[in-house]
């Protein structure tokens, strides 16, 4: 299973995200729900990188099942805006495929 840590501040912005683990939804390779969730998240970070000043500082495995960035400053809006629909993305997954990635809030 797929666990997503979410840490939000006492204003619900995202200040660190931590995926971990795999989903086994299928074989590697065919694995949609893994390829899915990796998108968004990636896609993500990504935007915030090319549409902010941010530079969040990631963790990652290199053989994949781990992904950890934080430091992304709360005061910006459009890094924010972007953290926000990540999780709306990640919400609709998990909605469809419960058995295989769990979100959870700290």
């Known amino acids: 299973m797929i666990n997503v840590d979410i840490k939000l501040n006492d ?3 995202v200040t660190d995200v931590i ?3 795999h989903a086994d939804f299928a074989e590697h390779g065919q694995d949609i ?3 899915g969730a990796s998108a968004v998240l ?3 970070v990504n935007a915030i990188i090319g549409l902010t000043s941010e530079r969040p500082d990631i963790d990652y495995s290199d053989d994949g099942g781990y992904f950890h960035f934080r430091s992304v400053d709360t ?5 924010q805006l972007i953290l926000q629909s990540m999780l709306i993305s990640l919400q609709t997954i998990e909605e469809e495929y419960k058995d295989y ?3 959870n809030y700290k």
């Open 33 to 35: 729900v893994c390829a």
């Open 19 to 21: 995926m971990e683990g």
């Open 75 to 79: 005061s910006n809006e459009k890094a």
């Open 11 to 13: 204003d619900g912005q």
């Open 42 to 44: 990636f896609g993500s």
């Open 101 to 103: 990635i769990k979100l």
